[in-house]
């Protein structure tokens, strides 16, 4: 997802575009491959430099840290990226950008809800469903 420099007029450029994951390089398998991350950038020259703000809303498959049940979200994240292109350059890769922040800034501590109460590690029942055996046996 590369921007044209020289598109970036003096009132910026407003961009919005749905990609795949993997167009823009995301192969991790928390976002949904056939679900499209829907782009919106708003980038501004300031100067030598490029401003995009960007805010983008994706569908990820996931579970729950606690209790490892299958979650299907929908998110929306916003990042502010700024861009020093070189001499000659006719490009700016937004997708890249897009893609670093996925990876790197995704949480893995997603609940399916606040209070999820987990597998109990003595035998693995899920709390919220189930009663733990382990208790049981005890008593
Ligand atoms: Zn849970
Ligand atoms: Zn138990």
């Known amino acids: 997802m ?10 910026g450029l407003t961009l919005e ?4 994951p993997h167009e823009i390089g995301v192969e991790e398998g928390f976002l949904i491959s056939t679900e499209p991350v829907i782009v919106t950038a ?7 430099i490029i401003l995009a703000n960007v805010e983008l809303t994706a569908c990820s498959q996931n579970e729950c840290a606690r ?9 929306v994240m916003k990042y ?12 700016i890769d937004l997708g890249q ?13 997603i609940l399916c809800k606040e ?7 003595g035998c693995g029942a899920d709390l919220n469903k189930d009663k733990c055996q382990c208790k049981n046996k005890n008593s």
């Open 115 to 121: 209070d999820c109460l987990g597998l109990c590690c």
């Open 80 to 91: 502010q990226f700024d861009f020093e292109p070189s001499p000659g350059d006719e490009f």
């Open 67 to 75: 209790c490892l049940a299958p979650l299907r979200q929908r998110f």
């Open 17 to 20: 575009q749905s990609v795949l």
């Open 42 to 48: 708003i980038i501004d020259r300031a100067g030598e």
């Open 2 to 11: 590369k921007v044209r420099i020289r598109d970036i007029g003096s009132s």
């Open 97 to 109: 950008r897009i893609c670093e922040e996925i990876v790197l800034g995704y949480s893995s501590r």
